[in-house]
């Protein structure tokens, strides 16, 4: 009976081996790709409430403060914008038009690290008469 077929006791091991290699592989590059679907449906999530932001602050027809910062109601995303005249009105040109530049910045947790999302834009704003 030295003809048998099937396989030893070394050759199943070797096979548990090799399955188990392949599962834990497979398991890390899943781990990976949830991780980026999370991240990549966060940015979005973010782009769109930067956009919403980005329409408020265009629907403003004075000029906007120097700075001001606020959140997002029920969201945990926060925001700040900082305004720089770039031309600044000179004393006795009489203008009421203010051109300035924005630089919105929105930041959320994402696991243990803080993240930020940059948008840098103009406004352009009229003065009301007094």
């Given at each position: ?21 392949v599962?834990v ?10 991780r ?16 919403s ?29 900082e ?23 929105l ?12 948008i ?11």
């Open positions: 009976m030295n003809g048998q077929a099937g396989y030893t006791i070394l050759e199943a091991l070797c096979a548990f081996a090799i399955l188990s290699f599962l592989a497979l398991y890390e590059a899943g781990g990976i790709a949830l980026s679907l999370d991240s990549a449906t966060a940015m979005d999530r973010v782009s769109l409430l930067a956009q932001k980005l329409d408020e602050l265009a629907s403003v027809r004075d000029p906007l403060p120097k700075n001001a910062e606020g959140s997002f109601p029920g969201e945990r995303v926060r925001w700040r914008y305004t720089e005249e770039i031309a600044p009105a000179t004393a006795g040109s009489g203008s009421p038009s203010h051109l300035q530049s924005v630089r919105l910045v930041s959320w947790q994402q696991g243990l690290a803080t993240r930020s999302l940059a840098e834009t103009r406004h352009f704003g009229m003065e009301r008469p007094q």
